[in-house]
Each structure stands twice: as C-alpha cells, then as structure tokens.
C-alpha cells in the first residue's frame, strides 16, 4: 500500500479548509484543470482520496482510472451521485456529511411550506411593483394552520422537519419502508393514501433509483388541488413533466422546491408558474452549515490519512 498524501479534489469543501489542507496534502485541482484527462493520467499512480460533493458526484470513467483510490469523501448527506455499489465492489471507501446539516434543510422545509401556501414571493412581487399602491391588497392565501402535513420519508431530515412543524399546529402523518417506533405521527404504508389524507406532502427521502418518480401523477392527483408538495430531497423523487403539468392545471394548488432535475439547468417552466416557490438548491446553503460540512470532510480525509477509522463512513 502506497503512503502517498495525493487527493484529486474533483470539487472542494470551503476555501479557508482547502487553504489548510494544501498545507499538509498534496492537492491535484481537477476542478480547477483546464486538461483534466492530462491531470489524471498524471497522478494516477498515487492519488489514495477523491474529494467531492453531493451536487457534482463522480465523473463517468473517472475512478477506473484511478488504480490507487481507497477513499471517496463527499461534501452533502446525499450519496445518489456516486455509484456506491462499484465502489464498495472496489474495495473504495465513501463517505458524506451527515446530521450537521438537518436543521437549515429542516428550516428550509418549513421556510417553503409557508412560502408556498401564503405566497410570499408573490406578496412580495405585489408590493414592489406598486400593485398594492393601485390595487390594494392582495388575493387571500392558505393557511398552514391545522392543516395536515404528510412527510415523505422519516429520517433524520423528515423527523427534523415533523418536530418543526408540530407548532404550527399540524397533524402529522408520514409514508416510509416501516412503521417507526419512536413517533406517535399517523403511518401510512401506501403513499397514495398519504397524499389523499394530507394537505401538504413533503419530500425527504434520499435519491436514486429506488425512489425515482415516486411522486407520479397518480400521487399529485391524491393530493389534489388544494394540495401542496414541498421537496428538498432530490429532483427525481418528483415525475417534474408530471409535476408541471400538475400545477399548470392546477392538479395540485402549488409547490415550494429545493430540488429539481437536471441542476442548474432548471426547466424554465418552473419559472412562469405563479404557485411555485422556488429554492435553487441551497437548503443547506448557509455559511455555519458549509462549514460545518467541510470540516466533517476534512475530518474523515485527515482520519484516513493517519490510518485511523473514517467518521462518516456510507459504505
Ligand atoms: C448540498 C445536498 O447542496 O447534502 C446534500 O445531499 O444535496 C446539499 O446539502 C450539496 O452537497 C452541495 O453539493
């Protein structure tokens, strides 16, 4: 076994952290590379970790070209942009950053739940271009109040989002594999009947292909129109052509969304819909939490380098 300190930072944790890294690693900057295959063929021979993130994942090809990789630390809970499967077949380790990020998700959740059914964008829009001045208030908007909120799988996100929204006096209710023991909210083992039963549905179930247009037509047409949906999980979880047509015919009342397919090429279609509050996936997206990501990266890189066991391993 190689005892070399090589990462290919395929894409970075935070620049401060980066800087300090450089100090005791030898960091190769594909994300910075304007010849990326002459980068890798370069250091393929001692390149032992691969640094990235949820959002970029790993570029097709790139880690049969890397014979030396023991570890792949990426930057984000959501582990659906690597093939973990290959990786463990490889012997190659993966790991995320868990938990620090649940509460701004959480609070995105909720920011998006009121956001939607009280139409802030929209209020907001009324009042600077003067429609208020000319035309007075407003149209009425919906009320979160004792409205039944149904979540879409209960880890630790959609337990960080139910115990947000129980003061706002919901009822709870959530779909997931198995009934939790640690809850007293209402269980579905259908999603159908959840999205029939609840006025808001949100999303928090991790991506990939296991859950991939889980919420098809057949579930946004249960949830009906003055339904809501509220997704920060992963665009796929969502049929979006589905969706858009959902809220166009007003299928469904509205939507508040982190998560979209394609990033950042977010189809434009989202954009002319008044009954959608958009979020360009940045539910995690504060200074404290970025941080807080990037330092359990480094954590688990610096852990691998001195032998020692990985913090936040998924595989
Ligand atoms: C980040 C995320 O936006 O944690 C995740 O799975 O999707 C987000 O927190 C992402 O990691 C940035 O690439």
Redesign the pocket.
Known sequence: MSDSRDVLVV?PARPHQMEKLAQEYVLHRFDQSSDRDALVASVADRVRLVMT????GIPAGLIEKLPKLEVIT??????DSIDVAACTARGIRVT??PDV?NDD?ADTAIMLMLATLRRLVVGDRWARSGNWSKNGPMPLTTTLNRKKVGIVGLGRIGKAIASRAEPFGVELGYFGRSEQGDVSYQYFNDLLKLADWANVLVVACPGGEATRNLIDMNVLRALGPTGYVVNIA?GTVIDEPALITALRDGIVGGAGLD?FHNEPHMNPAFADLDNVVIYP?????TVE?RDA?GQLVVDNLVAFFAGKPLITPVN
């Not at 993130?53 to 970029?56: I, K």
């Not at 996936?281 to 997206?285: I, P, R, V």
């Open positions: 894409s993130t949820a959002g970029v990426s930057f984000g809970v959501g582990y995320n950053t990020l998700v992963r998560v996936h940045h539910a995690s997206g939490t990501m």
